[in-house]
């Protein structure tokens, strides 16, 4: 079956430190990949995606390359951003089954000053 | 943007009660809406599909007794916890796709049920 793994949280950061949250996933066919934020007290919302092999997703200066042979889909921002603290969840959806989607567990992110 | 809109946000209930949770996407219609529950430390994991003027379609495991989907109108989908115990206590979550607009589909904000 479908499954998403993330690391474990909470990252800890100081603010312009450089984040990673890894991501690998097990699918079947070439799902797409998501990550998603969620802020205290707010619903989800998508941060980025990418539909295809080396594809990179980008927004908000957080990135993620889509890579195939490593099954990996790793978030990437160089210099974060005490706005930035809140749970982000890697996730994929299976071509052709609409928008249902297989979440990892999230990885709170907290930006210290 | 649009906005997925769940009604209550959190909500505290005695077991054997039922509960009611809403899902209404604010401006535009979804024909098909998710509603997931989340366990502390762990993922979302999809519930059901949400079919509007039909049955919802359950995954694997869930109760459909249990959690009772409703789709009346293109804008609203209700999950009730029937019957409720301690351990449906979870974080419920609703997603709705636009129909119009080939897009991802959007979030509610989510709803904390506490079952004493």
């Known amino acids: 079956g479908n499954s998403v793994t993330q690391m474990e949280g909470p990252v800890t950061l100081s603010e312009e430190a450089f984040l990673t949250i890894n991501c690998t996933y097990t699918?079947?066919?070439?799902?797409?990949l998501f990550w998603y934020v969620q802020y205290p007290g707010e619903g989800l919302q998508l941060l980025l995606k990418a539909t295809k092999a080396d594809d990179k997703g980008s927004n908000k200066g957080f990135e993620a390359t889509y890579r195939k042979e490593t099954t990996s889909f790793h978030l990437e921002k160089g210099s974060v951003q005490v706005s930035d603290s809140a749970v982000y969840f890697c996730a994929l959806r299976r071509t052709g089954t609409a928008s249902k989607l297989t979440f990892g567990t999230g990885t709170r992110l907290q930006v210290t000053l | 943007g649009a906005v997925v809109s769940q009604h209550p946000s959190w909500v505290i209930c005695k077991s054997g009660t039922s509960v009611k949770i809403e899902c209404r996407s604010l401006d535009f219609q979804a024909t098909t809406m998710f509603w997931y529950r989340q366990f502390p430390k762990q993922s979302l994991m999809l519930m059901a599909t949400?079919?509007?003027?039909?049955?919802?379609?359950?995954e694997q495991g869930v109760e459909k007794d249990k959690f009772l989907i409703n789709h009346a109108s293109l804008t609203l989908s209700t999950l009730t916890v029937t019957s409720a115990h301690p351990e449906d206590s979870s974080f419920y979550i609703c997603?709705?796709?636009?129909?119009?607009?080939?897009?991802?589909?959007?979030f509610g904000q989510g709803t904390r049920l506490t079952v004493v």
């Open positions: 997603s709705a796709r636009p129909d119009s607009v080939d897009t991802e589909a959007f």
């Open positions: 699918a079947t066919g070439y799902p797409s």
């Open positions: 949400s079919n509007e003027g039909s049955k919802a379609t359950y």
